[in-house]
Structures are given as structure tokens and as C-alpha cells.
């Protein structure tokens, strides 16, 4: 990494700390006054876009996306790879009004986790798994009939570039119990944006976005081929823009839950 570029990384970031901390504390105080949908986009598109603008000129990442055609009008269930921030950024001003599982503690950080609290997310209990499907569950459902996008990482935590990991059932589960369909993204995010360290790479992301996908059925068999068929489309299409070995997605066991 040279200096220049260690430079632009450490401005950077401490714009978009600073941005971040005047933005949630100017929320905290106006927010809770605005109806839903405007309070999202005062809160977090405006934010998410200023830090996409801080992202394209000082670290050189740009983003291509591909299939929006295929967004439906009605919010649903979006599951897409996780493999940085980068994607957290982008998805949430793309996608609005947009609710996302967290760790219930981040809403306890001061001014931040307020802010947060006020879009309406899944706060969960990640020490205790099977109330955290709950809440999922049932918190997840009420914003899908309240029209709000649910986005769910079904890896369940970063993945590094070059991999995949497990699909979790939560959001086809999700989907089916709301006889909604699901939205499949793929990304590339984590080949500029890296999940461990501070480094970044200039270049231009591409994120796909697939065909809304139904399922064929109810109950847990309709679940699970979702979720494999979910699974499966996400890692071809990572094989495709290059991001996995190019080998059949069906000779890789990985994405089955």
C-alpha cells in the first residue's frame, strides 16, 4: 500500500466516523418527529449516500448493478452474500424503507444505536439462537406486511472473498410464511472492500440482482428447495463475475442448508 493511498484510507475514515456521529446525533432530535418512510430516508439513505460519495472519491470504488428490472413493487425478502460493510452501505439507500437483523447491543450505543432503533430493525439476542429465529420470525413478518424491504445475510456473518458459506433458512423461511418471494443479490464487494484490516482496492464492484424467486409450496420441504435454489443462483453467479472457481455449483456442497 502506498503512502498516498494510506493517506485517502485514514481520511476516509475519519470522515466517515465524524459524519456518522454529527448525522445520528442531528437524527436523535429530529427523527422521532418525521413519519416512518421519511424519518428512514433522513436517518440512513441520506447518510449511506453521502458515505457511497466518501467511498467512490477518496478509496476509488465505484458500483455496476446488473438485473434491477427484476426488483418487483412490492418489498419482499432480499438475500444476498456478505462479505463487507460495503454492501450494508449500498443496500440500505438502494433498498427503502429497508430493515435489517443487528445485534440487539449496537442499540445501546449512545446517539448511534438511537438512531438505529428509529428504522425500525430486527434487533436480536445472538447468544441464544433459537430466540434470535424468533424474533427474525415475527418481527420480520410484521414489516413485510408493513410494505418494508427485510434484508437477510444468510451466511450469518462476513464471508472473505473467494468463498461462500452456509444459507441459513431464515429468510426463505421468512418469505414462504409471508407467501412472498425472495430477491437474490450476489456481489463482489469483498474483492475492493476486504472483511479483516483496513486496506481497500480501487475498482468497480458489480452486484447482481436475480429474478424474484417463489416457492413451490408450503411448509418445510418448500422452505429448504428455496433456499437451496437461493443458494445455488448465488454462487453461480459469484463463479461468473469471477469471484469463485469456475466449476458447477452443483459439485459444491456449501450452499445447501
Not at 421519511?38 to 446488473?66: D, E, H, M, P, Q
Not at 418487483?72 to 449500498?90: D, L
Not at 428455496?226 to 453467479?237: C, G, H, I, K, S
Request: aromatic share 12%; net charge positive; hydrophobic share 45%.
Amino acid at each position: 500500500m502506498s503512502i498516498l493511498q494510506a493517506i485517502r484510507i485514514a481520511l476516509f475514515y475519519v470522515l466517515l466516523g465524524t459524519s456518522a456521529l454529527l448525522w445520528c446525533s442531528l437524527s436523535f432530535f429530529v427523527a422521532p418527529f418525521l413519519p416512518f418512510r421519511i424519518r428512514y430516508r433522513f436517518i440512513n439513505v441520506y447518510w449511506c449516500r453521502f458515505a457511497l460519495v466518501l467511498v467512490r472519491l477518496f478509496l476509488g470504488i465505484k458500483v455496476k448493478v446488473t438485473g434491477a428490472e427484476h426488483i418487483p413493487e412490492r418489498p419482499c425478502v432480499i438475500i444476498s452474500n456478505h462479505q463487507s460493510t460495503w454492501e450494508t452501505f449500498f443496500l440500505s439507500a438502494y433498498f427503502q424503507p429497508l430493515s435489517q437483523v443487528l445485534k440487539r447491543e449496537l442499540l445501546y450505543v449512545p446517539f448511534f444505536g438511537w438512531a438505529m432503533a428509529m428504522l425500525r430493525p430486527i434487533a436480536i439476542d445472538r447468544d441464544n439462537p433459537k430466540l434470535a429465529l424468533k424474533q427474525v420470525a415475527s418481527k420480520g413478518d410484521k414489516l413485510l406486511k408493513e410494505n418494508t424491504w427485510v434484508l437477510i445475510f444468510p451466511e450469518g456473518t462476513r464471508v472473505p472473498f473467494g468463498q461462500i458459506g452456509k444459507f441459513s433458512r431464515s429468510g426463505a423461511a421468512l418469505a414462504v410464511n409471508a407467501n412472498l418471494p425472495v430477491l437474490p443479490i450476489a456481489h463482489n464487494a469483498g474483492k475492493y472492500w476486504p472483511k479483516e484490516g483496513w486496506g481497500k482496492r480501487s475498482g468497480t464492484i458489480e452486484v447482481v440482482i436475480g429474478a424474484p424467486m417463489w416457492a413451490e409450496g408450503n411448509g418445510p420441504r418448500a422452505i429448504a428447495e428455496l433456499n437451496d435454489r437461493a443458494a445455488v443462483w448465488n454462487e453461480q453467479t459469484q463463479r461468473d463475475m469471477g469471484s469463485l472457481p469456475a466449476q458447477p455449483a452443483s459439485s459444491e456442497t456449501s450452499s445447501v442448508a
